[in-house]
């Protein structure tokens, strides 16, 4: 077994894509266990964000397996994932400015800004009145939350609370649900 991994741990690139589109899960976990961090700082280097980081991670690997057939070799798996981390994340923040822009010409306030601004408060600075709009904002969630569809529910905490939003966008969002503001 330690043989095994020592020979895919000495694979190159190409051979490793090659692999992965034959759907070998060793071949993904060596790519992934490489490449993860990179990855996430080089998402969280562009969005300063880390949940939106995770989730260009995530939506990285996925466009990346989907392709990994045209992988050519030009460049190391690593800079070619790169790239594509770089272009969601470019991708990602031109969507976010576009959205705030259209909010504020419409006078409405983002509440993704709000809501991390709220509960990312430091405890140290909490008085009664953000105590009591903390709990009030949790029991309004909790009972909207409660009373979505099932299938809405489950992408809604798939995104908010598991962190997966392009997975739940790929796996199971109805048709004209848009969690993401694009």
């Known amino acids: 077994m330690n043989q095994l991994a020592e020979r895919y741990e000495d694979l190159q690139d190409t051979m490793l894509a090659a692999r992965i589109a034959a759907h070998d899960q060793k071949a993904v976990r060596i790519v992934v266990e490489r490449c993860n961090q990179r990855l996430f700082r080089t998402a969280w280097s562009i969005l300063k964000d880390r949940t939106e980081a995770e989730d260009i991670v995530q939506s990285t690997y996925l466009h990346a397996f989907t392709a990994i057939g045209g992988f050519e070799g030009r460049s190391s798996l690593a800079t070619w994932l790169t790239r594509i981390a770089i272009n969601e994340a470019l991708q990602?923040?031109?969507?976010?400015?576009?959205?705030?822009?259209?909010?504020?010409?419409?006078?409405?306030?983002?509440?993704?800004?709000?809501?991390?601004?709220i509960m990312q408060e430091p405890a140290y600075s909490s008085t009664p009145d953000v105590e009591l709009g903390r709990a009030q904002i949790k029991a309004v969630l909790e009972t909207a939350i409660a009373e979505l569809p099932e299938d809405f529910r489950m992408v809604f905490l798939l995104c908010e609370v598991e962190g997966l939003s392009t997975v739940a966008r790929r796996l199971r969002s109805p048709v004209g649900v848009n969690f993401d503001g694009r």
Request: zero cysteines.
């Open 92 to 117: 990602r923040r031109r969507s976010l400015d576009r959205r705030t822009a259209r909010l504020a010409a419409a006078g409405v306030a983002d509440l993704q800004q709000h809501r991390n601004q």
